[in-house]
């Protein structure tokens, strides 16, 4: 029904969003804990981020994802409980693919084929999966397509704006 209504909606982008976030946060908050055995060694990694209050490499074991810092960041900030905040992060941090497969493919054909598009990713494993999972992935899988949108804006358009952002994003991935 919603997909229904976000198929004939004059702001298609927007409805697409909106149903990625609740999709991703209905997934994402089914369980009290983190399913899988990854997300609990990266919860683990928060945690000693938190426990230490340093990001000193020698806090955690040889990796400097940016996920973690983030998920800590926040959680001292606010004094909010980090296993809540990864369930709501994620999720947000998630629509950046959405936007991202929606302006690429509607740059390449028309809004209609985009709205599919993101209809297309929202439906699939990978997005499902992954939106769930506070892991580096999320992050890194939603970069990867908006490095890959702005970089072929970046060549597209000839600025100098696109091409410093694509090279930050391009930075930004190397570091998930």
Not at 30 to 54: K, N, T
Not at 137 to 144: D, P, V
Request: glycine residues 6%.
């Amino acid at each position: 029904m919603v997909v229904l209504l976000a198929c004939y909606s004059r702001y298609r982008l927007l409805s697409l969003m909106l149903l990625g976030i609740l999709t991703s946060l209905i997934l994402s908050l089914r369980f009290d804990y983190l399913v899988w055995g990854d997300p609990w060694f990266e919860y683990g990694m928060v945690q000693r981020i938190l426990a230490f209050q340093s990001l000193d490499p020698s806090v955690y074991p040889a990796q400097f994802p940016v996920l973690h810092t983030l998920i800590a960041t926040c959680s001292l900030l606010g004094n909010i409980d980090p296993m809540s905040l990864q369930k709501f992060i994620i999720p947000s941090i998630s629509i950046i693919a959405i936007y991202a497969v929606y302006k690429l493919t509607e740059d390449i054909s028309s809004s209609e084929t985009a709205f599919y598009a993101g209809l297309l990713l929202i439906s699939g494993t990978p997005y499902l999966h992954w939106t769930t999972q506070a892991v580096r992935e999320t992050l890194g899988l939603a970069l990867f397509i908006l490095t890959l949108y702005v970089c072929i804006r970046a060549i597209r358009s000839e600025r100098n704006g696109y091409l410093l952002l694509s090279i930050l994003l391009i930075g930004g991935l190397v570091l998930t």
